[in-house]
């Protein structure tokens, strides 16, 4: 019987989930380079370049994904055109809804992140991004542990049911002591909006300044049930 590709791929994050369970970022990212060559993404909501700065050490070619949505704070694309200079080698591939913000504005109604913003996520984020990763065998994304109780047994490599591919979170571990001093001691590229208190970028009319004492995702849909936006389940 023919195995397909998904059926490996899901083999490989099942052995790897094991193997690399207490990996270092470097190590995870050198496995991934290694084992998928071409056929992987960075993932980026462009709030520093943490995960992008580790991942051009393993490849510096590696491609970054940038979901577009057309919300986006000014800071935040403005930290994407940074890092394309920054990083020379590197492709951000810009996923694109299939509607301009206008469009959905005609086809749904304004300020449908407000009425409905599961269904905002999905046809600018979720969707965009599954359309996008379809092309690759893996994807790295910067989630972390201590971002939100939600988050708090993210493993470092793991089969994503949903996007049928392979999940890479090199930095699930580290504590915001550790993150911080990363950027301390690398110069990396950091959203100017953090040092405003946002903590967690996304959508400008759905972001909002974290409130002391509260996880970083807290100003996130801030006075809704909603914690993610269903890139992450």
Same mark, same amino acid.
């Given at each position: 019987m023919t195995t397909t590709r998904t059926e490996q791929l899901r083999v490989i994050a099942e052995q790897a989930s094991v193997e690399l369970a207490e990996a270092s970022a470097e190590e995870a990212l050198a496995w991934t380079a290694r084992t998928f060559g071409d056929s992987w993404i960075v993932a980026s909501n462009m709030q520093d370049a943490v995960l992008i700065d580790l991942a051009v050490k393993a490849k510096p070619d590696v491609d970054v994904l940038f979901l577009e949505t057309g919300y986006h704070f000014a800071e935040t694309i403005g930290t994407r055109d940074a890092v394309a200079t920054v990083y020379p080698e590197l492709t951000i591939v810009n996923a694109l809804p299939d509607t301009t913000v206008a469009e959905q504005d005609a086809?749904?109604?304004?300020?449908?992140?407000?009425?409905?913003? $599961?269904? @905002? @996520?999905?046809?600018?984020?979720? *969707?965009?991004?599954?359309?996008? &990763?379809?092309?690759? $065998?893996?994807?790295?994304?910067?989630?972390?542990?201590? $971002?939100?109780?939600?988050?708090?047994?993210?493993? *470092?490599?793991?089969?994503d049911e949903r996007n049928g591919l392979v999940k890479v979170n090199p930095i699930a571990a580290w504590s915001d002591e550790e993150f911080n001093g990363y950027i301390a001691d690398h110069g990396v590229l950091e959203n100017p909006l953090v040092s405003e208190?946002?903590?967690? *970028?996304?959508?400008?009319? @759905?972001?909002?300044?974290? &409130?002391?004492?509260? $996880?970083?995702?807290s100003g996130r849909w801030a006075g809704r049930s909603k914690t993610e936006c269903g890139l992450h389940g």
């Open positions: 086809a749904e109604g304004p300020r449908l992140y407000e009425r409905d913003p $599961d269904r @905002c @996520c999905a046809l600018r984020k979720v *969707i965009p991004l599954q359309r996008t &990763l379809a092309k690759y $065998d893996a994807w790295v994304t910067g989630v972390r542990r201590v $971002d939100a109780p939600t988050r708090a047994n993210t493993p *470092i490599v793991t089969w208190g946002y903590l967690s *970028i996304g959508c400008a009319p @759905c972001t909002a300044k974290a &409130l002391p004492g509260t $996880d970083a995702r």
